[in-house]
């Protein structure tokens, strides 16, 4: 289903189905037998959403049988290389002392529960209001806890999630690590995106941080756009009709290192093969870095 101006969804429709399908691939990616990362909570959560092929690439029933539909293992890969490089950004933030975190659009991460944090931190999480209710009764109902204080805040990001974070206690004085994880990558039109951006930025303390993807998640290449239109065939020959093109918006995105960059925070930037290498993951293939996954870019930022 194409966007609308004012769409909203839940974790089985338009944007938030593709946080479950990210969800269901560190579930399979957590079952292998050397995992680069551990999600206990992934595999629950797609089983609790209830989407059919879903369950099965979070089981691990799709690794070998529609690797040239879906692009398995490698989609699997590279979400897993993606998890990890996100997760050591908040090991070394917490190891420089922020004890704020906010991560926004944060569908069905389970960072909150899953990661060893420090005492004395707070876990802020934005999404829409059904993700968010979803995904904290859904953890509740399996017994699982927040390994940190855990404030999930339910609201649109067109909207002025700024002033809702504050309302549910976020300190715009103390250093914050944030996380922008798959939603700089084509689900806002460009200007959302340079307004959630400049949010954050005048939430940001000095010494706050910020980790983000950015680009186009359906590539810009005409092999890229190729490559994720049989992507979506199929989703749709395994009984979904998930079309990736349709949920973003098309154009030139924001590039989040040189915006940040040019307002003063000191910024390093990375690419899909360093984040494989990183994580201890095979090569990239040639014809893996051609497509869409190409076109995404990962950037860590420190406010100095």
């Given at each position: 289903m194409a966007r609308t101006e004012r769409d909203s969804w839940d974790a089985a429709t338009s944007v938030g189905a593709t946080a479950t399908m990210v969800a269901a691939a560190r579930a399979a990616a957590s079952r292998r037998a050397q995992p680069?990362?551990?999600?206990?909570?992934?595999?629950?959560?797609v089983r609790a959403v209830g989407i059919d092929v879903f369950n099965r690439m979070a089981a691990g029933e799709l690794e070998s049988d529609n690797d040239e539909e879906l692009g398995l293992p490698r989609m699997t890969d590279t979400f897993a290389a993606r998890a990890r490089f996100f997760d050591d950004y908040f090991t070394q933030a917490a190891a420089a002392g922020l004890r704020q975190i906010v991560i926004v659009?944060?569908?069905?991460?389970?960072?909150?529960?899953?990661?060893?944090?420090?005492?004395?931190?707070?876990?802020?999480?934005?999404?829409?209001?059904?993700?968010?209710?979803?995904?904290?009764?859904?953890?509740?109902?399996?017994?699982?806890?927040?390994?940190?204080a855990h404030r999930p805040v339910g609201i649109d990001l067109r909207d002025d999630w700024p002033n809702a974070l504050r309302a549910a206690g976020f300190d715009a004085s103390q250093p914050t690590a944030w996380l922008a994880e798959g939603v700089l990558i084509g689900f806002l039109p460009p200007e959302a995106e340079v307004r959630l951006l400049d949010n954050i930025i005048s939430l940001s303390a000095a010494g706050s941080r910020l980790a983000a993807d950015h680009g186009s998640v359906t590539g810009t290449s005409d092999e890229a756009r190729e490559?994720?239109?049989?992507?979506?065939?199929?989703?749709?020959?395994?009984?979904?009709?998930?079309?990736i093109a349709e949920l973003t918006y098309p154009g030139e995105h924001t590039d989040v290192a040189a915006h940040l960059g040019d307002r003063g925070w000191d910024v390093q930037r990375f690419r899909l093969p360093?984040?494989?290498?990183?994580?201890?993951?095979?090569?990239?293939?040639?014809?893996?870095?051609?497509?869409?996954?190409?076109a995404i870019s990962f950037v860590t930022a420190i406010r100095t």
């Amino acid at each position: 289903m194409a966007r609308t101006e004012r769409d909203s969804w839940d974790a089985a429709t338009s944007v938030g189905a593709t946080a479950t399908m990210v969800a269901a691939a560190r579930a399979a990616a957590s079952r292998r037998a050397q995992p680069v990362i551990n999600d206990p909570f992934a595999e629950p959560l797609v089983r609790a959403v209830g989407i059919d092929v879903f369950n099965r690439m979070a089981a691990g029933e799709l690794e070998s049988d529609n690797d040239e539909e879906l692009g398995l293992p490698r989609m699997t890969d590279t979400f897993a290389a993606r998890a990890r490089f996100f997760d050591d950004y908040f090991t070394q933030a917490a190891a420089a002392g922020l004890r704020q975190i906010v991560i926004v659009a944060a569908g069905l991460d389970s960072r909150a529960y899953r990661l060893a944090w420090p005492a004395g931190t707070t876990v802020y999480e934005i999404d829409q209001p059904e993700v968010v209710e979803f995904k904290t009764a859904t953890l509740s109902g399996l017994g699982a806890t927040p390994a940190a204080a855990h404030r999930p805040v339910g609201i649109d990001l067109r909207d002025d999630w700024p002033n809702a974070l504050r309302a549910a206690g976020f300190d715009a004085s103390q250093p914050t690590a944030w996380l922008a994880e798959g939603v700089l990558i084509g689900f806002l039109p460009p200007e959302a995106e340079v307004r959630l951006l400049d949010n954050i930025i005048s939430l940001s303390a000095a010494g706050s941080r910020l980790a983000a993807d950015h680009g186009s998640v359906t590539g810009t290449s005409d092999e890229a756009r190729e490559q994720a239109q049989k992507m979506s065939e199929g989703w749709r020959r395994n009984g979904l009709d998930l079309d990736i093109a349709e949920l973003t918006y098309p154009g030139e995105h924001t590039d989040v290192a040189a915006h940040l960059g040019d307002r003063g925070w000191d910024v390093q930037r990375f690419r899909l093969p360093e984040l494989f290498a990183a994580a201890g993951l095979p090569e990239l293939a040639a014809a893996d870095q051609r497509g869409p996954s190409a076109a995404i870019s990962f950037v860590t930022a420190i406010r100095t």
